[in-house]
């Protein structure tokens, strides 16, 4: 594992169209799909996310590879990613799925142990965590119609899952569909950083939508595996993201409402990047009430009965409110932390006697 988290840029490409600056974009064919596989077998569109913590590589085919691969005449069908070295006496690495849908078959040469492959319809990730992207020099993937059987058994070392034939076939076949992109730019830009964090996000969202589709069996274990480890890449570039640059947290607003007499409630908008995804990150607030006869923020009144909420307006903004009982001035201190990392701001809102009933830009609800 290399020292630290670097920052990762996202790679995208369709095929037909000229390549960015800065990706490699190379397609063998750009219609027909690998040797008469149809459009299942025919790239289209492949984006790449990572980091030093690990690849993240989403393809898209042209066909519903999720359905016809494994099935008649592409029974035998494959799609490969391999990750080509920088040095020519490094081993290139091999991320394969085959077999049909329902029982699919990952066929591996990583270093890494923690890889899965996960197909939905006509798109396939394949994620690898751990260290080393330092060291690739491009990123390929390729479509192959008939994969050479595994004979015998796979070597038993830890980072081989695929026989010596497959792995030499998989390299070297040049008849199928293929497309090359660099590797992800391992710098410290706080916009590719975040660029980075949303694709992963993008990924994750669609991966959990397509869980309601696999109730059970192994193409639902499939989509776990690769959730956990997308939430594992995501979070390592989260944590990135709030050490270097941030979470962009925002207080946009306060306000307050008069309930009854002696009571009241007081709240604070606050939004942060789109990137963050609210099933890895820890969302904390703090209220404190200025004391007028000390001039230092103290823990406001509590009584039973009192509420205390977090309400999510949008998939960035959440609303913090509370039931208080001292007019006065109040400061919502609202942070976002990932791991051992966090980021915050704070808001004050003064709350007069009643009337007026409410006041602020965003009162809470009754």
Known sequence: MVPRLLAAAVLAFVLAVPASAGADVKSRRDAGGARGGGAALDIARVTAAGNSAGLAVTVRMKGNFERAVGRGRLRHAALALVLRP???????????????SSDPDALERTRSRSTAVARRGRTVDFVIVGGGLDQVGRIQVKAFRRLPARRGRARSSDDIRISEAQARFILGETGGDAATVGVPAT???????????????????????????????????????AVDLFSRLH??????????????????CGGYRHLQPGKSRVSADFEYDVAFDDRIFIANFVFEYLDPATGQYTEPERQAGDRT????LAANRRRIQRDIHQVGRYRITFSVRVRDVEDRVSIEVDVPPSPPETGGQCPPGA
């Open 86 to 100: 920088r040095s020519r006496s490094a081993r290139p690495s091999i991320l394969a799925t085959t077999g049909p």
């Open 235 to 252: 979070e390592d570039t989260l944590a990135e993201l709030v050490r270097r640059c941030g979470a962009r947290l925002r207080a946009v």
């Open 187 to 225: 710098d410290d830009d706080c916009e590719e950083l975040r660029a980075t964090a949303r694709a992963l996000k993008g990924e994750l969202d669609r991966l959990r939508a397509e869980l309601g589709r696999h109730p059970s069996g192994p193409g639902r274990r499939a989509l776990n595996e």
């Open 309 to 312: 909420e977090i309400v999510r």
